[in-house]
């Protein structure tokens, strides 16, 4: 079974630093997406950034970028320049991409602070 | 593009007591899904809709829950004789295109159910 870990609970950075959240997966699957998502509070969760497994080069949208490690099952969250608008959980979560496959697993979650 | 909406948003129930809660997704979303997010942790995945056939359903979908969606637009999910183990909320999600390419799915704000 595909499992995901994730093991900072709370992180905090200061506004306009950068910040990195850790995410570890398990899986015997070759092809597959890893995402992370941001939950901000009583707000639905949205897709930040994703990555697809046979692609080496790292995924970048804007102020996040990732650091995927495949042979490691390490797939970290970078947020440069971090604004109030980024605190929010956010999770890691895997796919397998296998035809018919429409299941998501989730992390438990970073709750990341900004502090002013 | 009204995004997903769940209803209602909080819902406190006694114990023993049947709920339901009601999914619109995303007006052109043929797949829909719901999802269960206790305190602490990431989301889980419960069951999988293509438009009205119910296509997956989780161990955790226990035979007190069921999930319909009987014209392939919203759908519901019913807890019967409600335990305090069910409290958490429930995420419902939409998306058009196959999780298992990479597609991110789009989530509501979520149905909160406390059992006291």
């Known amino acids: 079974a595909q499992t995901v870990t994730q093991s900072q609970p709370e992180m905090s950075v200061q506004e306009a630093e950068t910040v990195t959240l850790s995410c570890t997966y398990d899986?015997?699957?070759?092809?597959?997406?890893l995402f992370w998502y941001k939950q901000p509070p009583s707000r639905q969760m949205i897709l930040v950034i994703r990555?697809?497994?046979?692609?080496?080069q790292n995924a970048t949208e804007n102020r996040f970028s990732v650091n995927f490690q495949k042979a490691a099952k390490s797939f970290s969250l970078k947020i440069s320049d971090s604004q109030l608008g980024d605190a929010a959980m956010y999770f890691c979560?895997?796919?397998?991409?296998?035809?018919?496959?429409?299941?998501?697993?989730f992390g438990t979650g970073t709750r990341l602070t900004i502090i002013p | 593009d009204t995004g997903v909406s769940q209803d209602p948003r909080h819902k406190i129930t006694k114990r023993g007591q049947n709920v339901t809660f009601r999914c619109d997704p995303i007006s052109e979303h043929n797949r829909l899904y719901w999802y269960r997010q206790t305190l602490g942790q990431g989301p889980e995945f419960l069951t999988y809709f293509q438009n009205e056939a119910q296509l997956e359903k989780s161990r955790l979908l226990s035979d007190r829950f069921s999930a319909e969606r009987p014209k392939g637009s919203f759908s519901t999910l019913e807890i019967q004789r409600t335990e305090q183990g069910d409290s958490a909320m429930y995420l419902c999600?939409?998306?058009?295109?196959?999780?298992?390419?990479?597609?991110?799915?789009?989530f509501g704000e979520g149905s909160w159910l406390t059992v006291v």
């Open positions: 899986t015997s699957e070759s092809d597959y997406y």
């Open positions: 979560a895997y796919t397998k991409s296998d035809f018919g496959n429409e299941k998501l697993t």
């Open positions: 990555q697809e497994a046979y692609k080496q």
């Open positions: 999600a939409s998306s058009f295109l196959p999780v298992s390419s990479g597609n991110t799915i789009y």
